[in-house]
């Protein structure tokens, strides 16, 4: 594919072509387009964001409190519900709510997104305003027009944070409002995932040797579960949230667009649909970046719970 | 394989039976499945195939009622037939985009795992290329530049999903390949295709099973949200994504044209993770009691 099919319309004349290949360094040598490519990765000149109207590098950094705020929240709901459930689902094996919890984190991870936000948007945020109930937004990271009358600055771009600083109260709240809906839907995805990894560990670690020596040396049940088999069956529940979450910060590409959330994957949607290789390649790589960072993290975190692995 | 070696067989397989039917939620999952794969199959014959082509508007949007019972779709389709038209096209997306991949995944990963060295580094580099990606882009990038088509979304698909079986077989064939019977086989000088895919194949396979199972339910999502963004078929080719994202246009009016063909994705996709949950407990010789 010629790179230069994103520049050149059937309005462009022919002369401008060849100064459009110089302006882009398409003219030069293969190695050396990589090699420039390079230096300008390391030196964050990620090139002109078309859609955005502004460097990519910037476009990306103003978004990326957005897509940070909405990961944060979804993360908080999925470990908030999805351990607690694995947990209970494992001690209670093959009983009745087992079954459940496992139809409900399997409905989780076989739901279609956006099926989900879209129904959500329906029944929580159409339905109750056309029968003049309360109802939750729809879309939007906070309501412009209120930011009007409560205005705020900007200083991290996090605007829950920003708000709560200048004591906008207002505003904190609605943005907080805003992040229901997406969250859930980003969460409820993620909560079958987290179950489904704290179940499977705890009926290992319940397997365990350690835990029949426990019982036999007639240590209480609540005992045995938490203070013996609890830790050890949350390491790989640990990786494995650790890991959505690095997914989750790289942006939430369907979510993001159904509820027109400002965040990085709503623009690399935008970026792709109007084929904007700069700011795709910029996400791509940012993403895979804070991927491999909280990879690290998690590594790192490991050696702490497991006083085993030593690096 | 002779007369013993058969009956052993078989008992292991009418075990295997037995703790499925033990569970409820497999046998759940098979009902499920089942009926998927009878709509798929037989489709054509129970609701007339020709309603896809239909442009009727006086009869758009027309809500739920007797004559259609999930309503018309935007362009005055019976949305129950659309749906069921549907399935043969959804589950052939999810069929193919897994077979192709595991064979790709299979020849790539034994060559890589069961000889090792420069041919290995080599290989897996390569495939370190396409992990590296965030599937969702790039499969979007893939569909665009390809532009919108089944055969497309399926390519874009398998791009994306080859490099992760590949991965998985070759673990599999680097700790299957140093055990006594495949020393043994090199002792015996069988040629290597043979040890790799007569002998060791059907060692490493076994965890493989549960993760196409669940896959078949991931890639239905995956193909039902691209189509949902526009990059599937064209709209007179059921697909359960493009239905519903036609209904997305029509929320407010009309909401369901994307509730019905989403429940679809819903229970088909759950019917293969419920079948590969239960598989992995009976494929799992920890969990026999």
């Known amino acids: ?311 | 394989m002779n007369k013993k070696q058969t009956s052993m067989f078989w008992m292991d397989v009418r075990y295997a039976l037995s703790l499925i039917r033990r569970n409820k939620l497999v046998v759940a999952g098979f009902v499920l499945v089942g009926f998927f794969l009878f709509l798929a199959i037989f489709g054509d014959f129970i609701v007339d195939p020709g309603v896809a082509k239909v442009v009727d508007y006086p009869n758009a949007n027309k809500p739920p009622s007797w004559q259609h019972p999930f309503g018309t779709d935007d362009n005055g389709r019976d949305i129950v037939t659309m749906v069921v038209l549907a399935a043969k096209y959804d589950l052939a997306v999810a069929f193919s985009v897994i077979s192709v991949s595991i064979v790709i995944g299979i020849v790539v990963g034994s060559v890589s795992g069961y000889f090792g060295g420069l041919i290995d580094e080599a290989i897996m580099r390569i495939t370190d290329i396409f992990l590296a990606f965030p599937g969702l882009v790039l499969a979007m990038a893939i569909a665009t530049v390809l532009g919108r088509s089944f055969t497309n979304l399926m390519l874009a698909l398998i791009v994306v999903w080859w490099s992760g079986y590949a991965r998985i077989m070759r673990g599999q064939y680097v700790s299957e390949r140093e055990k006594p019977y495949v020393s043994a086989a090199k002792i015996l000088n069988i040629p290597s295709w043979r040890i790799m895919f007569k002998h060791i194949l059907p060692n490493a396979i076994y965890p493989m099973l549960v993760i196409m199972t669940m896959d078949m339910g991931g890639v239905i999502l995956t193909a039902a949200g691209l189509s949902f963004i526009g990059l599937g078929p064209s709209p007179f080719e059921p697909e359960w994504g493009s239905l519903a994202s036609r209904g997305a246009t029509y929320l407010l009016q009309a909401p369901w044209i994307i509730f019905f063909p989403g429940l679809a994705i819903l229970f088909a996709s759950l019917g293969f993770n419920l079948v590969g949950d239960g598989l992995r407990d009976v494929l799992d010789p920890r969990l026999r009691r």
Not at chain 1, 11 to 21: F, K, Q, W, Y
Not at chain 1, 52 to 65: D, K, N, Q, S, T
Not at chain 1, 173 to 196: K, Y
């Open chain 1, 1 to 311: 594919m010629n790179p230069l099919g994103a520049y050149v319309t059937e309005r462009t004349r022919p002369e401008a072509i060849p100064i459009i290949e110089k302006r882009l360094g398409l003219d030069k040598p293969f190695f050396v387009q990589y090699t420039i490519y390079l230096e300008d990765l390391v030196t964050l000149n990620w090139g002109w964001s078309r859609v955005a109207h502004m460097p990519v590098i910037e476009a990306l950094w103003y978004r990326f409190p957005a897509t940070a705020e909405l990961a944060i929240a979804a993360f908080l709901i999925t470990i908030a519900l999805g351990v607690p459930l694995g947990i209970l689902s494992a001690l209670k094996n093959n009983k009745a709510i087992d079954h459940i919890i496992r139809i409900i984190a399997l409905t989780g991870i076989s739901i279609p997104v956006f099926w989900l936000a879209l129904t959500l948007q329906y029944s929580l945020s159409y339905l109750p305003k056309v029968n003049g109930l309360p109802s939750l937004p729809s879309s939007g990271r906070f309501d412009p027009i209120l930011a009007q009358s409560y205005p705020f600055t900007r200083y991290t771009g996090f605007v829950i944070f920003d708000c709560l600083i200048q004591g906008n109260l207002v505003m904190a709240a609605d943005t907080f409002i805003h992040l229901i809906l997406p969250s859930i839907t980003l969460a409820f995805l993620s909560v079958g995932q987290i179950t489904r990894v704290a179940r499977s560990s705890m009926l290992e670690v319940m397997r365990q040797d350690y835990i029949s020596t426990a019982r036999a040396y007639g240590l209480s049940e609540r005992v045995v579960i938490y203070k013996y088999a609890l830790k050890n069956a949350l390491i790989p529940v640990t990786t494995v949230s650790g890991l959505m979450f690095g997914g989750l910060l790289g942006g939430a590409l369907i979510t993001e667009t159904i509820f027109a959330f400002p965040g990085m994957g709503q623009l690399t949607v935008f970026a792709i649909s109007s084929n904007d290789s700069y700011t795709i390649l910029a996400f791509t790589v940012l993403a895979s970046f804070i991927y491999v960072i909280i990879n690290l993290v998690v590594d790192l975190l490991y050696a702490k719970l497991d006083p085993r692995i030593r690096y």
